[in-house]
């Protein structure tokens, strides 16, 4: 396997919670143009290629001198996996292009990071390792703070009742997975049925620089964040 390194931005055309999110600006910027100049910051990655179903966000890609993957429609609905749409972008790449040795993720709703997120993720990509997940510490806990509501509308805890323990200190620290980067074999992510079938790693990142916007109130806070 040729130890080349590929970086992939995956945004599609349509979104539910703010329209055409991939395409708003951030200081001048688009959330896929910032993801694209970062990952051309990192000389550890050899090729970057963009997947969408967006011809706006194809072009840009072609701006920037990135390979552009048209991603189908059925990869582009709010029931799709994004799973399946790093299956498809594989395939595509070891069809046209050939075998690669690491599959990076740098998705656009995570314009906080900077450069070493993506290079200490990527370190952790070694040959036993097939998926490195991006982690920050997380506030919540799902044994201790965090609940549902089933369909009469009745709170349901999350944890067993038998075995709640009121003291939140009682509990290992947990994480929230980040959408700051994701490394993995390109291998494994054509033959895994699910994320986290392999051997997993992990990188943890700082609150601070793991955003992820998903709604109009985090598109908010990350302007403000980087006009500091």
């Not at 701006?63 to 749409?85: G, H, M, V, W």
């Not at 369909?151 to 700051?180: G, L």
Request: charged share 25%.
């Amino acid at each position: 396997m040729k130890n080349i390194t590929n970086a992939f931005i995956f945004g599609r055309a349509n979104s539910k919670t703010i329209k055409n999110k991939n395409l708003i600006k951030i200081n001048n910027l688009t959330l896929v143009e910032h993801a694209i100049k970062i990952c051309k910051k990192i000389k550890t990655i050899d090729n970057i290629y963009v997947s969408s179903d967006s011809d706006k966000i194809l072009k840009l890609a072609k701006k920037y001198n990135i390979n552009q993957i048209q991603r189908p429609a059925y990869l582009c609905t709010d029931n799709a996996s994004e799973f399946d749409a790093w299956k498809h972008a594989v395939r595509y790449v070891f069809k046209e292009f050939g075998i690669f040795h690491t599959f990076v993720s740098v998705p656009p709703t995570s314009p906080l990071r900077n450069v070493n997120d993506i290079i200490n993720c990527i370190s952790k990509r070694k040959n036993k390792i097939d998926m490195v997940f991006s982690i920050s510490k997380s506030n919540n806990n799902p044994f201790y703070n965090m609940i549902m509501l089933n369909n009469k509308k009745k709170i349901i805890h999350f944890n067993d009742k038998k075995k709640f323990i009121a003291n939140k200190q009682n509990y290992n620290s947990t994480y929230n997975i980040t959408t700051v980067a994701y490394a993995a074999n390109p291998k494994y992510i054509l033959k895994a049925k699910n994320i986290f079938d392999g051997q997993i790693s992990y990188n943890i990142v700082p609150k601070s620089r793991s955003l992820d916007i998903d709604d109009k109130e985090d598109l908010e806070l990350a302007r403000k964040l980087l006009k500091k």
